[in-house]
Nanobody, 115 residues
Framework: QVQLAESGGGLVQPGGSVRLSCAAS????????MGWYRQAPEKQREFVAV???????VYADSVKGRATISRDNAKNTMYLQMNSLKPEDTAVYYC?????????WGQGTQVTVSS
């Protein structure tokens, strides 16, 4: 079992930045994939970015150039830095962890981009 806890969301003005964190705990293997997804009101959850244990990253086109996903192995924590935020970035952001065929989700952190 793996537990995930997101933090760092809040109200941000358009053009601003936010740094989300996802702390993982539990039984973790050496090979895994961690990622961020988001869900806006009345929309389906969508992929934002992913990083694997080899530090390979993939980004959604909607955030490419504005987002950076990273991880700190010593802290078992993954981050998402998002800059130049737009109102359409408003959503609940979820952390995801996949290993050995299992899939884990955090409870989400709200990011609201509004003036």
């Amino acid at each position: 079992q793996v537990q995930l806890a997101e933090s760092g969301g809040g109200l941000v003005q358009p053009g601003g930045s936010v740094r989300l964190s996802c702390a993982a705990s539990g039984t973790m293997f050496n090979f895994y994939v961690m990622g961020w997804y988001r869900q806006a009101p009345e929309k389906q959850r969508e992929f934002v970015a992913v990083i694997n244990s080899a530090d390979s990253t993939v980004y959604a086109d909607s955030v490419k150039g504005r987002a950076t996903i990273s991880r700190d192995n010593a802290k078992n924590t993954m981050y998402l830095q998002m800059n130049s935020l737009k109102p359409e970035d408003t959503a609940v952001y979820y952390c995801n962890y996949q290993q050995a065929g299992s899939d884990y989700w955090g409870q989400g952190t709200q990011v609201t981009v509004s003036s």
